[in-house]
Every structure is written in C-alpha cells, then in structure tokens.
C-alpha cells in the first residue's frame, strides 16, 4: 500500500423516494439520510466501494483543506445543535479548528468518530442551483458521481 489515503467530500445530491434498499442501507452507514447533507470519509477501498454503489444519488471528491475549514466553522454541530468552537477543539486536543481541519484532511483524524460531533453537515442547496441535470453522472454534464477537485466549488456554494 504505497498510495496514500485522501480525504473525501461526500454531498447527497438526490432525496430519499425510489431508492433500492441496499443503497438505503449504505447511505444510512454514511449518515447522509436527507439531500444536502455531506460528509467526509477517506479513500479506503471500503468506503470507495460504498460510494460507488451509490453514485446514483452522491457526488464526492478531494476536498481541500480551506474548505474543511470553511465547513467547521460555519456548519459544524455538536450534539445539541451547538456550534463548533475553538473550545470544542481544545477540548479533544488541537489548539483551534484550523488544526483540527487540518488532521481531517491528512486524514490523522476520522471524522465520524469525533466525540459529541454530529457525522453530518446540513447544507443548503447550491446558490444558483446545480450545474447539469441530478440524474446524470458528472462525466457527461451532470451532478452525480466522482468530481474530483470541483468538489470544493460546490460545497462553497452550499455552506
């Protein structure tokens, strides 16, 4: 295993009404139960077999370290709807968000088990709506699927 494991922005792109149950089920273990809520996960086989059994209904890709940021700060929920703070980040033993987004993206840090953190964020829907109809892949001009890089500019436009 020389290649080294990335961070990945997952965003549920399309609702829950149609969906064949096992796609259900993995959506469910990527806690992306609604449309417009995002995740991160890394680059473990595991996870990229999850996400390709569900590119129908998600988009992911690398994400950058200023956008993790970006979604700590303004996205971020503890348990109880309350915000994240640099308090909440010294507390679990990083010195302010930035490090933390920081060990997210070199992936020291798994994000679903970050104690009393919400695995989600809830966004809103892109401003100026989706480039490209959500049912197809984003390959051929469309929404769904592996974007790569271009995944930050689409979380911009939702946070």
Same mark, same amino acid.
């Given at each position: ?16 009404? !149609?969906? #064949?149950? &096992? ?5 469910? /273990?990527?806690? =992306?139960?609604?449309?417009? *809520?995002? +995740?991160? $996960? ?43 703070? !640099?308090? #909440?980040? &010294? ?5 302010? /968000?930035?490090? =933390?987004?920081?060990?997210? *993206?070199? +992936?020291? $840090? ?50």
């Amino acid at each position: 295993m020389t290649e080294q494991r990335k961070c990945l922005a997952v965003v549920r792109v399309r609702g829950i009404s !149609d969906i #064949y149950h &096992k796609v259900k089920e993995t959506m469910e /273990l990527l806690h =992306l139960n609604r449309n417009c *809520h995002a +995740t991160f $996960v890394d680059n473990r086989p595991a996870y990229v077999g999850m996400l390709k059994k569900a590119h129908h209904f998600l988009t992911w890709g690398e994400i950058s370290k200023e956008t993790i940021a970006l979604l700590l700060k303004k996205r971020g929920r503890l348990v109880g709807n309350k915000k994240l703070t !640099d308090e #909440y980040a &010294k507390e679990i033993g990083f010195k302010s /968000l930035d490090e =933390l987004a920081e060990a997210i *993206h070199k +992936t020291k $840090v798994e994000f679903s088990k970050l104690p009393k953190m919400k695995p989600v964020f809830r966004l809103h829907p892109p401003s100026k709506g989706y480039k490209g109809k959500v049912k197809r892949s984003f390959t051929t001009g469309g929404v769904t699927g592996y974007r790569g890089e271009d995944i930050n500019n689409l979380i911009e436009k939702m946070a």
